[in-house]
């Protein structure tokens, strides 16, 4: 199995641009890359958030974001891209709109029809110990919410402005529902759902499967809503299964079947 992988645009491969959620960060998939195929090239780009104030705070600016990097990193050949929660809506938009070079879709816990927000009031200082109870409702075991985890997490929302960022993304996302456009959604999806997910719950995988007609709806077991973090093994090879018969062979070149 492979361990190294491409931050940067690379030799060989088709590439698969993996998109982390709102509160992720590239990291995240990491788990999952040394169980792709070798003929996976993957790239990981970080969303610019809370970082400044004309950082992206619209699902449309976080589109434009990723059509901007795929533009500078893949020189006009195929692309699938990935993306768990709001990179999975943010895949889906460009999809849309580039039918002509995304050939393929990677989701996982994608928001687009429905995401449970995150219980509870925050109240004007919430402690650490709050943080780390919301955060165990994003996953089926609460061990993966580590101290890092949590720091990151109480470290960026410190910020006024990341917190004014936050609510204008979350609401962009609610109001972009993507019910009537997922019919125009015609290359290949996989949708590699957390069975014990509760903020798109199962429910929601089974909606996007039914209204998307190249979509194949995989469960992962005791996974909730961040697969690549909590069940990168069964994610990693779900995607290669699916690789290897839905988008290796359709983009092998005809010259070795035109030799008779």
């Not at 402005?161 to 609510?167: D, F, G, I």
């Amino acid at each position: 199995m492979k361990q190294q992988f491409q931050t940067e645009q690379g030799d060989g491969g088709i590439h698969l641009v993996l998109l982390h959620g709102m509160m992720g960060e590239p990291e995240n998939w990491h788990g999952v890359l040394p169980h792709l195929s070798d003929d996976v090239q993957p790239l990981l780009p970080r969303f610019p958030f809370f970082e400044r104030a004309d950082s992206p705070r619209t699902i449309p600016d976080c589109v434009e974001f990723v059509k901007d990097y795929i533009d500078r990193h893949v020189n006009h050949g195929p692309v699938v891209l990935g993306g768990n929660s709001l990179g999975g809506h943010v895949s889906l938009l460009i999809a849309i709109d580039r039918p002509e070079q995304i050939a393929g879709l990677v989701l996982t816990g994608s928001s687009g029809l429905f995401e449970r927000q995150i219980t509870g009031q925050r109240g004007a200082n919430p402690s650490r110990q709050w943080y780390r109870e919301k955060m165990k409702e994003i996953f089926y075991d609460p061990r993966h919410v580590t101290a890092r985890l949590v720091d990151r997490v109480v470290d960026t929302l410190e910020s006024r402005l990341a917190r004014r960022h936050l609510v204008s993304i979350a609401k962009s996302a609610k109001r972009d529902n993507l019910a009537d456009r997922l019919e125009s959604v015609h290359c290949p999806v996989l949708l590699a759902w957390g069975k014990q997910d509760s903020i798109t719950p199962p429910d929601v995988a089974a909606e996007f499967h039914a209204l998307i007609a190249e979509s194949e709806l995989v469960w992962l077991n005791e996974c909730g809503h961040a697969a690549m973090i909590e069940q990168p093994h069964q994610l990693g090879l779900a995607i290669s299964d699916w690789w290897r018969r839905r988008i290796a062979p359709p983009l092998t070149s005809p010259a070795a079947e035109s030799v008779a």
